[in-house]
């Protein structure tokens, strides 16, 4: 089934502490948010791209954008001052389908079947997100670092992107967050006010977000072996 997505690169990577927006990192040679936007560009079920930017960026995501060659037409917006802004920028800027992918542009490792299981989750729920079960033991903490209980973990997921949605609940999602002004870490906790249910598929952990310095690390040796399907 046929998708349309949103790539947000329009951040400032503040905690990967480069200096600078940690899309334009070089992972094995190649710029980060060239490695997510090629996963889209080879996946035939993708019909259209939106790369939500940082205005101030855009020369040099053009020139990136020549520079790596794609078939695909990308189709490119201004990004707001929070995640959240972001997104609903490029909801507007939307073509038609049914349904929308929101992904984050520092997310290059997530596998093509995986988004097709999530795609037609979000066809026959609504919406859907990729996520992994939690590994660690979770507890919850007060301020003073004393431990308040042990959460059980058995239920509690790690939440990734993409996110996948009909578009007219996604759009509904974020008016309602606007109107009130709530501003959600995700974008499925919009669509949670709604009272809507959003499913889970279970993705793999090799689906990272580059958020720190040594998720570089880590980011090259995924790449060392790494195979979309
Ligand atoms: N993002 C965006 N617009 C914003 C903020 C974030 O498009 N106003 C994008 C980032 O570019 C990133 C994704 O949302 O691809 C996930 O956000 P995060 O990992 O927090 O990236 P940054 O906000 O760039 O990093 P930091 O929070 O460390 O500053
Ligand atoms: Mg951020």
């Not at 020549?66 to 490029?90: C, H, M, P, T, W």
């Not at 038609?96 to 989750?121: C, N, Q």
């Not at 509904?172 to 995700?186: I, N, R, S, V």
């Amino acid at each position: 089934m046929q998708y349309e997505i949103i790539v947000l690169a329009a951040g400032q990577g503040k905690r990967m502490n480069a200096g600078r927006n940690k899309q334009f990192l070089m992972i094995n040679s190649v710029p980060l948010i060239i490695h997510t936007l090629k996963l889209f560009e080879e996946d035939e079920c993708c019909s259209g791209i939106i790369l939500v930017i940082n205005e101030k960026e855009t020369d040099e995501i053009e020139s990136l954008l020549q520079e790596y060659l794609f078939n695909k037409e990308i189709k490119i917006v201004a990004g707001g001052k929070e995640r959240q802004d972001s997104v609903y920028n490029g909801l507007k800027a939307l073509c038609g389908e049914e349904i929308v992918l929101v992904h984050d542009g520092a997310r290059p490792f997530v596998k093509i079947p995986f988004i097709h299981s999530l795609v037609d989750m979000a066809n026959t729920h609504g919406s859907a997100v990729l996520g992994v079960p939690v590994k660690e033991t979770i507890k919850q903490v007060a301020e003073d670092s004393a431990i308040i209980k042990t959460i059980d973990r058995s239920d509690v997921w790690s939440i990734q992107t993409p996110q996948a949605f009909k578009v007219e609940i996604i759009k509904q999602a974020h008016q309602k967050a606007a109107e009130e002004e709530f501003l959600g870490t995700d974008d499925a906790s919009l669509v949670e006010r709604l009272g809507k249910n959003v499913y889970i598929v279970e993705s793999d952990y090799k689906n990272i977000k580059l958020t720190t310095p040594e998720d570089l690390l880590f980011a090259e040796a995924i790449l060392s072996n790494w195979s979309n399907r």
